[in-house]
């Protein structure tokens, strides 16, 4: 089938544009304002593109809420939407009012505190191998416990081979044995990495 979108002459009873590409994966993108506010809505228009460096990106038809958010902390987040969840999925499509969080409007939980410390450590991971930098302290802020944000400021600085010895050059954070619980004073975690 041969058809102009400009004319959109092809002849069905609905434009075929969207349905041309299946099956049609579905993004579901959370994202998070500057002041804190969180977002989450369905964009079909969305993919991986490259594993190296890894990138993703979804396209908006228009200044939706969720690349205002993404614009203000240069974050977000694609999450797949499974067939189990398709009903909350669609509901979070409907035109809240910005600042609405579509998570609890449709009665979703968050992210988990664990999920969010191996983003960490896999960016820190990325950041050595794509910048070549170390770092040798770090200062975390968790806010939240449900929905949380992580924010961390880190110290290093580029590898060198004439002063820093890499012992081992970490590959990847794994999901063997990770665990995170909370104690008195903090948090503990363990985590495998990849060398
Ligand atoms: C299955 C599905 C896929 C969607 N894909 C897109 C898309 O690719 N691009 C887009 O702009 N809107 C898409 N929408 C509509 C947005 O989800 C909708 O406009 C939503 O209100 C945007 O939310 P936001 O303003 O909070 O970002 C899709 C909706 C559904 C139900």
Redesign the pocket.
């Given at each position: 089938m041969f058809y102009e979108t400009a004319k959109n002459d092809h002849g069905l009873p609905y434009n075929p544009f969207?349905a041309i590409v299946a099956p049609?994966p579905?993004?579901w993108?959370s994202?998070m304002s500057a002041k804190g506010e969180i977002?989450?809505?369905?964009?079909?228009?969305?993919n991986g593109l490259t594993d190296h460096p890894p990138t993703v990106m979804?396209?908006?038809?228009?200044r939706?809420?969720?690349?205002?958010?993404a614009e203000e902390t240069k974050e977000f987040v694609c999450n797949l939407?499974t067939w189990e969840l398709r009903e909350p999925?669609?509901e979070?499509?409907?035109?809240?009012a910005?600042g609405v969080n579509?998570m609890e409007k449709t009665g979703l939980e968050a992210a988990r505190m664990d999920l969010l410390l191996y983003d960490w450590l896999s960016e820190l991971i990325f950041l050595k191998d794509r910048d070549r930098e170390v770092f040798t302290s770090c200062r975390v802020r968790i806010e939240g416990e449900g929905p949380c944000r992580l924010s961390a400021n880190v110290r290093g600085g580029g590898i060198d081979p004439e002063r820093t010895t890499l012992g081992a050059d970490p590959k990847a954070v794994t999901f063997h044995q990770f665990a995170l619980e909370r104690v008195t004073d903090g948090w503990r975690a363990r985590v495998v990495i990849d060398i």
């Open positions: 969207k049609r579905i993004g993108i994202a977002n989450l809505a369905p964009y079909s228009f969305f979804f396209a908006s038809e228009g939706k809420d969720s690349v205002v958010f939407a999925m669609n979070t499509s409907a035109p809240f910005r579509e």
